[in-house]
């Protein structure tokens, strides 16, 4: 916190005159360094409390709010609240005389003495402050004491009537990453081109790119050249309890350096020059969080910190920075009269968005309430380490069951000896044996002996005589048989096939022969066959459908 003299060598010389005056000092004729020596002798003996008792209603308010922020509060968080300080150069100085008639509360005190602005540097940088000097606060120790209202005020918070219908918490976030790890395994994954919704209980892309950027921080996933692959930190994770699980995923998200703003349903971010700390806005709202499960509305917590910390990600208090607009609004929104248009949808969304994807808060239209999962987070409460896992159910056509209350690490290790099958919410997960993914696991040093082992231990069973003998004929034989989709050519004359067979541009698309008449041709191909065939002078009748 700066001195008096050095709050006091900031100012013009006229100004320091005019501040003597006021405190019955003639400093006429002196120079600058006398002047600032006087003035600081006399105001460190001012009494300020019973200064601040005498002091006009509005300009006691600021004060209060000066000393109450610890000494400074940002300079535009201020002047909203009490106004701006003209500041001027000596010669307009002298002409204007701004000190006869102050345009607001903040320049009242200004030029009283009581109030100086200036720069400090603060965790996000140098910030301009309005602040008092250190000898003058030192007179209110108990006014240091309101800076602990926003902690406290949310108690006035009242409970919301108890819904009629809610939904549950959801803990679907360690299976959407398992199945995420498990891709990774398989295919070195590109996160943009896989088909997500057929595998994912919640494709949501602000989801899925929360739940990307969490694996990637926590180092689950690895660059590789391909794409990524996961680690043995991965593996630790899966092997975890659900509850240990999330209680990760949890903490990862608070100090995270994915941007809940620009994720934030109907706001673009945009332009360069400019930047937000997420951090910053998660601690403000996990900060007034009631530590209750009782039901909130939502409108009602927002409306608490706007009251109490409306600045909670915008330390400068400066509304007019950042280039973010409403979608479809060729405009910026600044200003903090559209707080509730930034600020104003962000909480909610941290509320319903994360917090809820995580399993920390339950909703219902318009309310919230935070489930005990949360409120043991909160209370840094150690999560159970223990859970009932249900075995995996290993069926006699090849196909793998995997219940939703399976262990994930059992699901992880299934993913890689087996096809997985698009999702059906409500029913448990499916994967299939298939020559693909014997080869695959073949491929990953995962021998046919292992892949029996470890489907015997995680069915906790038996396996059924048709599965065994399935994986070890694949493992002496390889592919016996394939099924896949064709299109058949049918003439009605033997010279007319092998004429195509024989044909340049026809015999590369000219499959096995299905007898004299007919022919396999692949699904992709017969529109290429019929062209060529034209060009020959042979019209193919089509009847294939789709």
Request: aromatic fraction near 8%.
């Amino acid at each position: 916190m700066h001195s008096l003299e050095t709050a006091l060598d900031d100012h013009e010389l006229i100004v320091l005159r005019v501040i003597g005056e006021w405190w019955e000092l003639d400093l006429t004729g002196s120079d600058k360094a006398d002047c600032i020596k006087a003035l600081a002798e006399r105001l460190a003996q001012v009494d300020m409390p019973q200064e601040m008792a005498y002091l006009p209603p509005e300009e006691a308010a600021a004060l209060h709010d000066l000393v109450a922020g610890n000494g400074r509060v940002p300079v535009a968080t201020f002047s909203r609240e009490h106004g701006q300080v003209r500041l001027m150069g000596p010669g307009k100085l002298e002409r204007e005389e701004p000190w006869f008639d102050p345009v607001s509360p903040a320049e009242a005190l200004w030029y009283r003495g009581f109030l100086y602005r200036g720069f400090d540097e603060t965790a996000e940088g140098p910030i301009e402050f309005y602040y008092l000097p250190q000898e003058l606060l030192e007179q209110f120790p108990q006014e240091k004491a309101e800076t602990v209202l926003r902690e406290t005020a949310v108690s006035t918070l009242t409970p919301a009537e108890t819904p009629k219908a809610w939904a549950t918490a959801d803990t679907d976030a360690v299976d959407d990453l398992t199945t995420m790890l498990a891709l990774a395994q398989q295919t070195q994954f590109q996160s943009g081109k896989l088909d997500w919704p057929r595998y994912l209980l919640n494709p949501d892309a602000d989801r899925r790119s929360l739940l990307l950027t969490l694996a990637r921080e926590l180092g689950f996933l690895r660059e590789v050249e391909a794409g990524l692959r996961p680690t043995r930190t991965a593996v630790q994770w899966l092997q975890q309890s659900r509850e240990a699980q999330l209680r990760a995923l949890a903490d990862a998200w608070s100090s995270s350096a994915w941007n809940d703003l620009c994720h934030t349903p109907g706001l673009l971010c945009e332009g360069e020059g400019w930047a937000n700390d997420p951090i910053l806005a998660r601690t403000a709202l996990l900060d007034a969080l009631p530590r209750s499960s009782d039901w909130f509305a939502t409108a009602d917590l927002v409306a608490h910190v706007r009251q109490n910390d409306p600045d909670f990600q915008r330390p400068d208090g400066n509304y007019d920075t950042w280039y973010i607009r409403e979608a479809g609004d060729d405009d910026y929104i600044t200003g903090f009269e559209n707080w509730e248009k930034v600020e104003g949808r962000l909480l909610p969304f941290l509320l319903h968005g994360p917090l809820a994807w995580l399993g920390l808060t339950e909703s219902s239209g318009g309310s919230f309430r935070l489930t005990a999962r949360a409120l043991a987070w909160l209370a840094e409460t150690p999560p159970p380490a223990d859970e009932v896992r249900i075995p995996l159910i290993i069926q006699a056509d090849g196909s793998l069951l995997a219940p939703h209350n399976a262990g994930r690490y059992e699901r992880f290790q299934a993913a890689r000896v087996c096809d997985a099958e698009p999702v059906q919410p409500g029913k448990p997960y499916q994967y299939r044996l298939t020559p693909q993914s014997l080869d695959q696991a073949r491929q990953e040093g995962i021998a046919p002996d292992r892949i029996l082992q470890f489907l015997a231990g995680a069915s906790e069973k038996p396996l059924p005589a048709s599965v065994k003998r399935a994986v070890e004929r694949w493992a002496e034989n390889g592919v016996e048989g394939r099924v896949e989709t064709a299109v058949i050519l049918r003439v009605r004359d033997a010279a007319i096939l092998q004429t195509l067979r024989k044909n340049s541009k026809t015999r590369d698309y000219i499959g096995e022969s299905l007898g004299d008449l007919a022919a396999a041709v692949r699904a992709n191909d017969w529109p290429k066959l019929r062209a060529a065939a034209a060009q020959l002078g042979l019209l193919l009748d089509v009847n294939v459908a789709g």
